[in-house]
Each structure stands twice: as C-alpha cells, then as structure tokens.
C-alpha cells in the first residue's frame, strides 16, 4: 500500500510502517558502521599498550569522556588528541552557542589543556595533529542511537567499558582565594524557562563565572550577582572545587561540578534530559519549588 495514502487515511498504520522502516535502516547502519567501529575498538583495547583517543568537542563532551579513559588506563596507557574546529552539520542547529558553528576551538583547547595536563591517567593531552587513532570518542554522533541518555554512558557503549561515575575523575586543587561562594555557571541555551534565580538575591555570595554575556543576561534577575574572568579551565575547575554550592544547565560548567563531585544543582530542562547527577549531593530540578528547597539543603549541609 502506498505510505502516502497511509500518511492520509490510516495514520496507526502509517506510523507502523514508518517506525518498521527506520528499524530497517538502523539495522542496516549497525551492520555496516557500528560493528566495524566495536570490532577496531575491542581490537585495540585487547592488543595495545598505549590508546590514542580523539575527541572534537563539545567541551562538556570531552570531559564526560574522562571516565571511560581513567577506566581503560588501569590496563593501558591513554594519549587523548583534540580536533579543533570541526564543523556542526547545517541540519544541527544549535540557538546560541558560543562556538558558532564549531565543536571545538583553538582558543577553548588552549584553556583546556592545562586542566587534562593534571589528570595523572592521561600520558600526553594535545591538539590532534593526524596522529593515528585508536578510538575516536565523535563515533556516537554517527551511530543510531537515542542522545536521551545520560550523556556520560555514550562513551560505556562505545567501548563497552563502564566506569566508575560515584568518585570524582577530574582532580584539581582548590582556589587559593575564592571560596566557599555559590558558584554559577548557565549558558544561553538549555535553560529552564519555568523557573527563575530570583531567590538568590537575599544570599550574600554569588557568582558567576561563564562567559560576559551569559553573566548580564542572569545578572539581570540577581541584582548582588559577581563576574569573574578565568584565565583557562583549570582556574574554572578549582573554583568550583572551592564552591559552597554550585549551580548550572546542561553544560560545560555542570560537566565539570560533576566531574569534581561537588555539591551541586542541576537546571534540567524538560526538552534536553540528557544530563544526570550521579553521586552524593547532587540533584537536578525541573520546578521552582524544588529549586528553592534543594539549593537549601545543599547550602545548609
């Protein structure tokens, strides 16, 4: 029967049909990408010493991918390479993002590196360069799977290790300087548009620190709201390290706080759920009420 008289006239069996194909079609991708790509994978994890990694970015995407590589360094030597400026496909449209149209740029490996330099499970940390690749960490962005998962687990399927998500897997000293503050970090997008950080304004101590115009457009709604300037990640992580509480939405500042293990809160936007605390103190909300009640019992405790 022909789908578009299906489209019109029988929807329940339209949508069947439909669903009957794209079945077809992932089948069809997993024989002919998906189980090369594990085949290479599990090759390299059973024969090589040494692992070279690549990852394109998104930041916060890198640095969800440290759990996989702290787990396969207790076997293996891990190198991770970072591919700047890689292009967004044109039919992914990301509203706001401060790369543009870019996963990863010079400038944000730049201030990055210093962080991943510290983590004593990664051999060498650089911008990629050609070097030969054992495992290119961008593959979930080809294979047909659902994004709607913990963003962290993608890299469990990808090499089908499981990490360890309870105990921190990004270690860094805290700030000699700024501590003890409710530290904000919200981009642009991926914001919750039912709630609101009003309430902050009766507390002494916020601040932000992402970028200028993500910090104006909050400072707005927290009038006693601070900004500062890191000079790279690894002066970003420490202070979160030195936060009371933390705040953040789906983004590189929320994947750090998880990373460290801080008390933590996470926006959760009802359209993006792919992002979970994992661990103690740590929670996310979708409501104002709970906002308010769980950033009390963060900031108490």
Not at 26 to 37: E, R, S, T
Not at 74 to 90: F, M
Not at 105 to 120: D, H, M, S, V, Y
Not at 279 to 294: I, P, R, T
Request: with cysteine.
């Amino acid at each position: 029967m022909n789908k578009f008289f299906l489209k019109l006239f029988n929807k329940k069996k339209y949508l069947v049909y439909k669903n009957r194909l794209q079945e077809i079609e992932n089948f069809n991708l997993y024989n002919k990408i998906v189980i090369p790509d594990i085949k290479k994978i599990s090759l390299a994890l059973e024969t090589k010493k040494k692992i070279n990694f690549l990852h394109s970015g998104h930041l916060g995407d890198v640095v969800n991918s440290m759990p996989i590589i702290k787990e396969i360094s207790i076997k293996s030597g891990c190198n991770l390479y970072l591919e700047t400026d890689k292009k967004i496909p044109e039919e992914i449209f990301y509203n706001d993002h401060p790369f543009g149209n870019n996963y990863l740029t010079k400038g944000a490996t730049k201030k990055l590196i210093p962080l991943l330099e510290k983590q004593n499970y990664i051999s060498t940390v650089k911008e990629f360069e050609g070097e030969e690749i054992d495992i290119n960490l961008n593959l979930f962005r080809k294979w047909p799977i659902n994004f709607n998962i913990d963003s962290i687990r993608w890299y469990f399927h990808l090499t089908g290790k499981h990490a360890d998500l309870i105990n921190p897997y990004i270690i860094v000293e805290p700030h000699n300087k700024i501590i003890n503050r409710i530290v904000i970090m919200r981009s642009l997008r991926r914001q919750n548009k039912l709630i609101s950080y009003e309430f902050l304004n009766k507390y002494e101590n916020p601040l932000f620190v992402g970028l200028y115009e993500e910090y104006e457009s909050l400072k707005k709604i927290i009038r006693n709201l601070d900004h500062y300037e890191c000079d790279d990640f690894l002066e970003l992580a420490s202070i979160i390290k030195s936060a009371k509480v933390f705040i953040g939405n789906p983004s590189f500042g929320y994947a750090l706080a998880e990373s460290i293990k801080v008390k933590r809160l996470l926006e959760s936007a009802p359209n993006f759920p792919l992002v979970y605390p994992n661990g103690k103190n740590a929670y996310d909300f979708y409501f104002q009420s709970h906002f308010e009640s769980l950033f009390e019992k963060l900031y108490k405790s």
